[in-house]
């Protein structure tokens, strides 16, 4: 199966998964105690939540990593929204390959369908509205290339990926620099293109405009603030509500006019769903 997430390297990963349950020993010596090496289990994976699915891929290849021959049949397709009781995917293959790569093929499915199932809760509370949900860097360290493609897959869009593809000046850059358009102009003479600019109050902006930031990220401020930020810019940025942000409240931010809305808890917080693999024996 082709999949593919830019940066992220796919078979590292399952491997160095699998090596950390493995542990120094290299063994799973519940399944080479118990299950003969050369018996054979069918199995499917299901979840027991409605989901919106996302790592079905990733499985497959933990299962394949140790039985390459392994055969697997996708039931379900990225990003799809789908009912308790759903089967997601039939696998048949030695039983110790699976039974050794279940729980992290589990592991991984349940927490980044978990952020896609969150994700689209929060996209779907703002449509019609013509605003953008975005994500944050308030990822997993190590995680963060699976936990944005999830939120992909729930439908938002990623901000910056790292502190490398944008400059973000929040209030502590600001604090250090000493102001709000000392610290934008700085990021403009070194040649950065794509800056962020925080403001927590309408006074931050126009010195933030006239530096030269291209994106406000409009933080913590109440709907009727965001409002009147969103009025004062007039188009000339992106703008973009932060901070707080809750399924109860994100519409009305999203009508106040703001380009994006970003949040921090759909990989910071969202719930693992419940999805299992069930065997019987071929």
Not at 120 to 136: E, F, K, M, N, P
Not at 195 to 200: G, Y
Not at 216 to 227: A, E, F, Q, W
Request: hydrophobic share 45%.
């Amino acid at each position: 199966m082709a999949f593919h997430i830019p940066q992220f390297d796919l078979a590292a990963f399952v491997q160095a998964t699998l090596s950390e349950d493995l542990g120094p020993t290299g063994r799973d010596v519940t399944s080479e105690s118990v299950i003969p090496a050369d018996v054979r289990f069918d199995g499917v994976m299901d979840s027991r939540d409605a989901i919106i699915l996302a790592g079905l891929p990733i499985a497959v290849a933990f299962f394949q990593m140790l039985d390459p021959v392994m055969e697997i049949e996708i039931l379900v397709s990225e990003g799809q929204q789908v009912p308790a009781g759903t089967d997601l995917m039939r696998l048949k293959g030695k039983a110790r390959a699976l039974l050794t790569a279940e729980r992290s093929a589990l592991n991984t499915v349940q927490h980044l369908s978990g952020i896609a199932t969150m994700t689209r809760q929060y996209v779907d509370a703002i449509s019609g509205t013509g605003c953008i949900l975005l994500d944050t860097r308030k990822t997993i360290p190590g995680l963060r290339l699976l936990e944005k493609y999830a939120t992909r897959m729930g439908g938002a869009t990623n901000h910056r990926m790292g502190l490398w593809d944008a400059a973000m000046i929040k209030d502590n850059h600001v604090a250090v620099a000493g102001g709000v358009a000392e610290a934008v102009s700085r990021a403009r003479n070194a040649g950065v293109e794509r800056i962020i600019l925080e403001v927590d109050s309408i006074a931050q902006i126009e010195p933030g405009l006239a530096a030269g930031a291209s994106h406000l990220l409009l933080d913590n401020m109440d709907v009727d603030t965001l409002r009147a930020a969103v009025a004062l810019v007039a188009g000339r940025v992106p703008t973009e509500a932060s901070g707080g942000v809750t399924l109860e409240t994100i519409r009305a931010k999203a009508e106040t006019g703001v380009t994006y809305i970003s949040v921090g808890r759909l990989t910071q917080s969202a719930p693992a769903v419940d999805i299992g693999l069930d065997f019987a024996q071929a």
